[in-house]
């Protein structure tokens, strides 16, 4: 079993989680974010589509991972657990009108002494489904559910060494990837076969860099998808004049680097290209007042101050805290470089920038994945800053 | 804007919706699962990782699409519904500690004329938080919530013969991916190189027929990580005597042909070998025992008699209903192949048979995606039926 961190790594998590659930009075935590599972015990399995959690009783070393009998195994090949700190409900609760996995679940929690305490659960994880949180009040009603809400995703958002040199990876990943779509997108080429080339850049990796399945799939919309943030290709040929969105990301170790490009192929028309300069231009400043003490905010101003002065509105959020996930998302829920949230940067906080506009009938991307340091910022990924045009 | 089916097929699916509907007593139904979704719309976007829904009003012939404002344009782009039918919540309400997309569609319901009526929710929908349906109750303390269960997925148990073409285009993909692996999978070869190429294929497609990213990823795991029933590669060669479970699937609009077996670099242990002999005589049994009339228990009992008489047991299912899917699961969560459940089969239902067994340290896979037919079965997937044996 070879793990991505030395287990005093996932001791120190443990120890800051548990730390705030004290805070919070919390006894003991059940996690069902599947990032939360990997980022405090290692898990990494494609479980997720039946009920899973990790438990973490305050004042424990180990937290227990509980899930599906076939998944049993992967826990022990995958997690830094004991044995005894992974058990599983029945087979036959999978998918039964009459029995649910989370009322073994409370069982559980009753054999760990929680029956009657406070139980941190993750109300807006989206594998905590309102059954999921019917069932434990059911059986456990002497038990006070609290929402822990974002309380592990919060310990993510400052990245440790080790998990920075994944990231940095991921990204090399993600450059190549954005390499393989610049050279795949082209006149008479069919669209799905220029998203397979993507797909299998992204997984095989580069430079003996393993990749992994990211938790978007890669996005690429042609011409009046792009208007649209989350369409991908469709059954077609490039032709000239198409312009394409790309919204990849390199995955290692379940870290990701995001990063989105515009392509045109051909000249593009003129009001995408002036729209692309501002983009690049905000951007960039956007980029340059990232540094320690500047408030998530104070990005997403710096943002606005040189877009609006070419003219430019955007609504949407300017980035938000990137790092490990799982489908359906590699954001991270916490800190989002938009007005208002005057969250203040940390070294070692990383975040996909992403300027996103979609319009009536068109759209544009541009993103960096981005690490704060002790001074300024470092830009994991590395790929041309500009409006792509390819031969068209 | 090419929908894969007729308008009229659409408004079919409506029609038996809200039969059911108005025979459960529900005014109306708010909807989560995307699988669901896409199904009665033809929305089709990575945007589940945000809370979104279909609302569908008993009586009226068109539903609504809700969701996060830069989605409605792929909302207007991918279904058959009028604009007024599309709305959004504000983009301000994303990832927000003090508010919640819900709240919104709350007043969408309001505003529909159910505020004070009974409104079915997928209750164990993965994308149904706990929250989410915290804040409907909330806001609608006059509506009566109804878990829904599975009403959708039950309607798309018995496919249309569109559906069913749609499948066997999806199966087609799959043999082909099945055939990559066969080729990747080689002494000195890394594991994240097959698995890329076989990702490749998946979106490539095959015969002109165009792939999509499927439900699971691909799950390509060697050796003892076979053990486990949702692991991937690692980063390794391929060494002679390697084994290596492959469960893969096609996908085409969405829906989906699952396809698993299991490999061997040069000879097999005689375990293992006696094992695969074991399940390929059940399967055929198995599958034999396919027609309209016999209860899927039937099946699965068919499967044991065999199994049982090599002397080996397998605890969990035998399968389960396939389809239209999203991640994180391709399957339907409705008749399952297994003791216990005695529904009848019926022409066009579509399973996806799969024998995997996962032991101390080794595991072995088998499946085929199959439709039942007027007299018996149809194989939608093609490819041989055996434990496969590659140079090593």
Known sequence: MALPFDRSEYAARIAAVEQEMARRGLDALLISDPANMNYLTGYDGWSYYVPQAVVVVGGEEQPYWFGRPQDANGARLTTWLDDEHISSYPETHIHQ????????AAQLLERLGC????????MDACYFSAQAYARLTQHLPNAQFQDAKLLVNWKRLVKSP?????????ARIADHAMDVARRSIA??????DAAAAVYRAEISGVDGIMGDYTALAPLMPSN???SASHLSVVDRRYAAGDRVTVELAGCHQRYHAPLARTFSLGKPPARLADL?????EAMDSALAAVRPGTSCAGVEAAWRRVFTRHGYEKDSRLGYAVGLGYPPDWGEHTANLRAGDERVLWPNMTFHMIAGMW?????IELSETIAV?????????NFERDLLVVEG
């Open 373 to 381: 340091t002790e001074t300024g910022v470092e830009v994991l990924t």
């Open 97 to 104: 009108p009459d029995r649910h996995p989370m009322d073994v």
């Open 224 to 226: 009046e998808r792009t």
């Open 359 to 363: 319009f009536d009938d068109y759209g």
């Open 162 to 170: 080790a998990e920075l040199d994944l990231m940095r990876k991921a």
């Open 276 to 280: 692309a300069a501002a983009v690049v």
């Open 115 to 122: 029956g009657a305490k406070t139980i941190g659960v993750e």
């Open 187 to 192: 006149v008479g080429r069919r669209e799905s």
